[in-house]
Structure formats: C-alpha cells, structure tokens
C-alpha cells in the first residue's frame, strides 16, 4: 500500500514572493488550510516543506512555504507533486477509498470471470467512473455505484462487480 498520497502539483510561481499555484489533486481543497507541512517531490528529490500561508484563486490553491521568499527560489519547483503521509490523510467514511490504492485492483465479475485491472478513475459530476482495462487492451467503464460495485477488498487488491446489461456492449 503506498504510505504517501498526492495532494497537489504545482503548476507555476504565483507572483514575486515565493508563493506557487497549485492543483489540487483532492476532493477537498479546503484541506491546504490545515496542513502544515508536505513532501514536495520533484522527480529528483524529495524535501520536507513547511506551508506558510494558503489562499485560494478560481480552481487553484495559493501556497507560501516557509523560507522560500522570492520567485527565483521557488520557480524551479514548477510541476513538483506535493504529498502528505498516509497517517496524515483525510480520514475516510465506511465504503470511501483513496485512489491511490484502487489503482491496479483485479476486477472479476460475481460469476468469478476476471475482466480487468483498475486502471484510472474518472471523476464525473454524479459519481465516479472505474475505467477497466482488458487483456485485450480494450477498457470498460464502470459506474461506481452500489448496484455495479458489489465488494472492494483492498488487502487482497480485488474488486468484485456486477456487469450491467450494456457495458461490455455485448448484451
């Protein structure tokens, strides 16, 4: 299981004083204000940051790390990902999961049939859409509702699904 989770990616400086914009990659942008340090990960190193100061702008998160006070010390951050522990994630509800850990889940079917691997979730304006990808490289869409999700079992990296008439296009 991964212990770190992706927050956000810095997308570009956000003026001259060292602060960055940044995409949040969490359902809960709002959560930046309680955070109080993350791991920024450049591809090619991995430092400890501590957040400053935290506003918001349209879709972005506008973020001030402490000692970082001028745009040409934080422009070469630019497309860093910002993680947090997973001891320091959002606390999930029964039936939540983090996508991190759904990525690479097996899919089978109720009837034992293996359809897949988890490949990506779609985030929709309903609910979310598991795209599967089949040995025969080509991928199925599933809802991820009640009546399509029957079981995820992260421990065993399984994901039990009811196929509904018309999504493999064969029914």
Known sequence: MIQEL????????HGIRGEVKVFPTTDDAARFKKLKE?????GKERLEMEIESVKFFK???????????????IE?????????????????????????????LAVVTEDGEALGVL???????????????????SEVLLPAIRECIRKIDISQGSMTVHVMDGLLGER
Do not use: C, H, M, W
């Open 59 to 73: 879709q972005y998160v506008i973020v001030k790390f402490k000692g970082f006070d001028s745009i040409n010390e």
């Open 38 to 42: 993350v791991i920024l990960d450049t």
């Open 6 to 13: 992706q927050v956000g990616v810095i997308t570009q400086p």
């Open 76 to 104: 070469k951050y630019r497309n860093g990902r910002l993680l947090v522990a997973r001891e320091k994630a959002v606390k999930l509800e029964k039936d939540e999961y983090f996508i991190a850990d759904l990525i690479g």
């Open 119 to 137: 490949k990506d979730v779609l985030a929709t304006g309903a609910n979310d859409v598991y795209v599967v990808s089949r040995p025969d490289q």
